[in-house]
Structures are given as C-alpha cells and as structure tokens.
C-alpha cells in the first residue's frame, strides 16, 4: 500500500481550525471523546462477534487501553474494537457525516465555545478533539473479521492527512496523540487517572494503564521493589442495573453527564424496572438545558438500547417518539434478542410496548413536576416547549395528556406570567363555549391587537400563542376537555345574544355602505360585514375558520411554499365615528370620490392593523397626505 496524502473537506478544515486555536478550559474531554470511540468500536465488534466466529476468536478480553510515553512525548489510546479498512478511515477521519454540522461551526462563531463546552461530541466533532493537545495524531488500524491490511493515518491537522500501511496484528484501534509542548500532563499518571475517572467511569468495558508499583519483597522483609501492572481505572458500574436505594443523587447526575456529553444537572430522573409484558429497566433524564441541534433533521434521538447488559445501539430511536427527544438515558430489555437488527426492532412487538411505557413514563414525570416542581417546570418548559407540542400534532392519542403540559400567557395573565388550558378552561364564563386564542410574535403587541377589542372589554381570556407551530398545533388539537378551540383572528364572532343583536342592528344600519365598500373592493376581499370583535379600531380582516394563519401564511411562503392567496372578509366597527361619517356621505353623495378614498385607506388600515404592509404603500401614502392636507385647510 503506497502512502497516499488527501485532502481534509472544508468543514473538516474548519473545524480542526477552530480545535487547534480553541482557548477552550476542558481540553480534557478529548479522552472522554476517544474512549467513547473506543467504547463504541467494541460494542460494535462484541454485537458482529454473535454472528462471527473469527472475532470472537480473536478478541480475547475486550479492552481500551492507554498508554503515556515520555520519552515519545506520545499518549495512545488502544482498543480491540472493530477497526476501521483503509476506506473507513478516509470516510470516519477525513469527513463529517452530520449534516448538522455546517450549523454547528455557524454556532460556534455565535456562541463562545468556552461557555458551551458541551457542544463538542454532541455533533460526531468527538475524534477530532484529539488536536485541542496534539499537534500530530496518529491513528493505526485493523478491521475485525476480515482480512486486509492495517492502515496507518496521521495528520498535522494543516488541512492534509496522509494513508498507508500501518503495523497491527491484531483487530482493533490506536489511537496515538503527539502532544503539544504545553499539554504534557496528559502523560502524567495522576492526571490520566482523574480525567477516567471525572468523564468515562461508567464505561462498561475495562479502561486500563501499565501502572509501577512498589511491592514488599516475599523474601527480604522491608525491601520493596517496583513491578509494573496493568491497573483498571474506571469502575465500570452499569448503575441502572442497581437497586434505585444503591445510587446517590450525584451518581445519577454525573451518569447523565457521562451518557449526554454535557455538563448540566438533570431536572429529572427516571429510574425504573418494568414487569409485565415486557421486562427491562430504564434509567431515564430529563435534562435541564436544551442541547444544540435539537430540532436539527439528523438530531439524534433515542436511549442506548442494551439487551442484558449488551450495548446493542446508541440511539434506539423505536424507544421514544420524536417530540420527547430530549430525553435521556440507558433501557436494558431482557425479552429481546442479543442479534436484533433495526429491521426487526420497527415491527417488534416489545419495542412497541416499551415505547408505550416509556412515553407515559414521561409524561407522568412531566406532569408530576409542574404539579408539584412548579418553577423547575417552567424552567423545563422554556427550554424544551416547542419540542414537546409537536406532541398534540403527532400523538393523536396523547394529545389532551401533552396539552394539559402546555403553558401561555394570556391576556389576563400579562407578559411574563404563564397559563395552562386546564387554569383557562376553570375561569370560562359560565356561558362561554369555545376556548380563544390568538397568535402573534410577542405579549404585548398581541395585547394591542384590535382582535381582541371585545374579548377585553367583555372579560373573556384569549389565550396568547407566540411560538411558529402553535396555530397548527391548534388546528390538530380542536378541542380540549369537550371546548372547541377557536382562533379569535378567524371566523365570525359574536360573544353573547346582546352582542349579536347589536350586529344585526348594525347591518341593517349599514346595510348600503356595506354593499359599496365592497363594490370598490372587490378585487381585494371576499366580503364586507359588522365585526362583533372590535370596540376602538374601525376595522379588520379575518380568515375563513378553516384557513391558516396570516402569520403562518407568512412562514410558509418565506420558506417558499406556494400558498394561494385567499381572499379575507373585512369587518367594520358599526361603533365607529369614520363609519358613521363614511354612512352619512353615502346618504348625501352616492357618487362622491371620498367613499371609494376611504374604502380604500380602511382596507390598507386592517393590513397595518394585523402588521401587514399597505397593498400599495405609495398610493396609500397619497391618499393619507390628501386627507390631511384637507384637515389643515379646514382648520385654518
Ligand atoms: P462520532 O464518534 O460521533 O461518530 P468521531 O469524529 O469521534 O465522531 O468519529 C468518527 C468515526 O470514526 C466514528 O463514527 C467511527 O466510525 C470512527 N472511529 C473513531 N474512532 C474509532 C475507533 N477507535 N475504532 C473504530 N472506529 C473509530
């Protein structure tokens, strides 16, 4: 095999820049980062192992291994994992196979690295961590399970690395870091110990050194002499198998910390062991800060699967639906097959009844803590509301339980304060029937909003949606606790019988202004009528009940998406002086050019009312500027 020298991709280039310069405190992670390659590359080989005779052969114990070296100024970091073919390796260490990526280094720039120190390993950065203490890596590698020859990768991580033939017997990894002059106390014994120790204590397989020690001699008493051996540095608990009584609350967290790559506390812990249909334990977390790239398409979701002890995948997806992501943690099954593939995982029967209890499992858990953890729930809910609702879309079948997680302000509850449909549904008017709401960008600007002219005035919350999805979301969840839910920018409204008796006045008022503000714009809205909604504005528009936001419009044509272009009714203010005024001309002149002005600057007005722009700012402007030329002129 000749040595081959390639090219690193951008991003890859990118990337290693942003390593190699990183003022960044916990450069140690990039243990953490290798011994979890290492982790993965021999649970990879053990699960091959059940079906291949030639590794299990081979493997022996399985094993990471590091080993400093001073005189070399080298640390490495050996496993008897799968390996990688010469292929894999150009693919695994010279690409990035996450699309998130290319948003991840845009966040970098954002967000200070150093603040963020768990971003790195959440995006599959982790071997490239390496170059945070080393100037030159160099990896050499056998696959297991087949014949080919070792390879042998190194790089100066200057946008170069070379190929070629390594020397390895035996299948598995190492992993060998020339360290940089200033991070020499990665070979010190103490330190290495500590790092295994702080992030990798719970990996499963044995993580071992050649350590000195000084041992008494059997046979001159009082002298001691030094022997090197091979010493176990990690504890290799697999905590979720022990009684709940057994762990302490610091050795749940640092587990998560271990299993998620971050370095908050969770804000819950599940732990516990099902019986039944299905048997298996899971050790669950909610974490308290949403980890980057949660609503990124390649986000990866799901606990680590184990089947008796065996890691069988990292993310078992099967396990937990979409919008509880966030959730953390280890299931042991002892029902499955040690050989299940994804295959046979989507259509078995014990994913299915796992997935069910472990989805009640959290939404118990949620709904436990905004009963009785009321704070750490809001906590909770900013970070990871959004992905939670996608719920009442999705589970169809849960969407009342998600709904009842949901918080919103309203417009009883001001900014700042949260609400929850349940609160909503208790302070009903008795003759209330529908729950409102409205959607909009934040508080206070909806608050201002001529939609909900009389809901205010009548005392009837609105609830306030500030998120994208929420009018949708809406859509799906129709009704909650037997009300229908319904938006107060859609739709006709009349609030009670006095309110709707006041409307049928009004359209028998204005009955012929109606049908000439219409005439002049025709082009533009489908239907002009009495508002039971409004008290100050004179006007407004409204969707049919069964048509999409204007907001949401908006959103999907920005993502461009061909949405037809609806016509809105427009609705006037029977209580409005302009309305009254524009009444009287039409009783005086049919014909006067005012009427068809002011059809027009009330149309524009309810486009700048639900913060659209004017149809034509420039002949809106005009008109305006002509109707206060005539106001001058009359007052002076
Ligand atoms: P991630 O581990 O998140 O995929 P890394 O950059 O750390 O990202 O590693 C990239 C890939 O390189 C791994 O997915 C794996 O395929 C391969 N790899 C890294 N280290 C090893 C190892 N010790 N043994 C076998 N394969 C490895």
Redesign the pocket.
């Known amino acids: 095999m000749t040595v081959q020298q390639m090219e690193f991709k951008t991003e890859v280039k990118q990337l290693l820049d942003l390593m190699i310069h990183s003022l960044y405190s916990h450069k140690e992670i990039f243990l953490r980062?290798?011994i979890?390659?290492?982790s993965?590359?021999i649970d990879k080989a053990r699960y091959e192992s059940l079906t291949n005779r030639i590794i299990m052969e081979n493997a022996g114990q399985w094993k990471i291994k590091i080993t400093p070296d001073r005189l070399a100024n080298t640390l490495m970091i050996s496993?008897n994992?799968?390996?990688?073919t010469k292929d894999?390796m150009i693919e695994?260490?010279g690409t990035i196979?996450h699309s998130g990526t290319r948003e991840f280094l845009k966040a970098l720039k954002e967000r200070d690295l150093k603040e963020n120190p768990e971003l790195i390993g959440q995006f599959?950065?982790?071997?490239?961590s390496s170059f945070m203490v080393a100037d030159k890596v160099t990896v050499i590698?056998k696959k297991a399970g087949i014949d080919v020859p070792p390879v042998l990768w190194e790089s100066h991580a200057d946008g170069t690395y070379t190929v070629g033939e390594g020397d390895r017997k035996t299948p598995g990894?190492d992993?060998i870091l020339h360290l940089k002059a200033d991070e020499k106390k990665y070979l010190d014994e103490w330190e290495l110990r500590n790092v295994v120790r702080k992030y990798s204590d719970y990996i499963e397989h044995p993580i071992v050194m050649d350590v000195e020690k000084e041992k008494d001699s059997e046979i001159e008493k009082g002298k001691k002499f030094k022997v090197t051996e091979e010493e176990t540095l990690n504890s290799q608990k697999a905590i979720w198998l022990k009684d709940r009584s057994e762990v302490t609350e610091k050795e749940y967290h640092e587990f998560y910390r271990h299993i998620s790559h971050s370095f908050d506390d969770p804000a819950k812990v599940m732990h516990y062991r099902a019986e039944g249909t299905s048997e298996f334990t899971a050790l669950l977390f909610i974490p308290s800060r949403a980890p980057f790239g949660i609503f990124y398409k390649d986000f990866k979701l799901g606990p680590t699967l184990y089947v008796k002890r065996v890691q069988i995948m990292d993310h078992c997806e099967e396990l937990i639906p979409p919008y509880l992501r966030f959730v953390k943690g280890v299931v042991d099954s002892s029902d499955l097959p040690l050989n299940i593939s994804r295959e046979i995982l989507q259509a078995n029967r014990h994913i299915d009844v796992m997935k069910k209890n472990i989805t009640k499992k959290v939404l118990d858990a949620l709904s436990e803590m905004k009963k009785d953890e009321y704070e750490k729930y809001l906590d909770f809910y900013r970070e990871f509301g959004k992905v939670l609702k996608e719920g009442i879309h999705y589970d169809l079948s849960r969407k009342e339980q998600v709904a009842d997680l949901l918080l919103f302000p309203s417009t009883k509850t001001g900014a700042g304060t949260l609400t929850t449909m349940e609160q909503y549904v208790n302070n009903m008017k008795p003759d209330q029937e529908e729950i409102f709401y409205i959607t909009g960008s934040n508080t206070d600007e909806v608050m201002h909003s001529p939609y909900i002219e009389a809901f205010r005035e009548k005392e009837i919350e609105v609830l306030i949606m500030l998120d994208d999805i929420d009018d949708i979301l809406m859509g799906s969840l129709f009704e909650y606790k037997g009300k229908k839910l319904k938006s107060v920018v859609k739709g006709d409204v009349s609030l009670d019988s006095e309110e709707a008796a006041g409307k049928d006045r009004g359209q028998e008022k204005y009955g012929r202004l109606i049908s000439v503000i219409k005439e002049y714009l025709k082009e533009d809205v489908q239907d002009v009528r009495i508002s039971g909604r409004l008290r100050d504005s004179a006007c407004c528009l409204v969707t049919g009940e069964g048509d999409i936001d204007p907001k949401m419009e908006k959103i999907l044509r920005a993502m461009g998406q061909d949405v037809p272009a609806g016509k809105r009714v427009l609705e006037i203010n029977p209580g409005h002086p302009l309305i009254e005024s524009m009444s009287r001309v039409l009783q005086q002149d049919e014909k006067s050019g005012i009427l068809k002005d002011y059809s027009e600057l009330l149309y524009n007005q309810a486009l700048l009312l639900e913060g659209s722009k004017p149809k034509d700012p420039v002949a809106f402007t005009r008109a305006v500027t002509k109707i206060m030329v005539e106001h001058v002129k009359q007052a002076s």
Do not use: C, H, R
């Not at 599959?124 to 490239?128: E, L």
């Open positions: 980062e290798l979890s390659n290492s993965d590359a496993d994992g799968i390996g990688m894999e695994s260490l196979a599959g950065v982790g071997f490239y590698s990894t992993v």
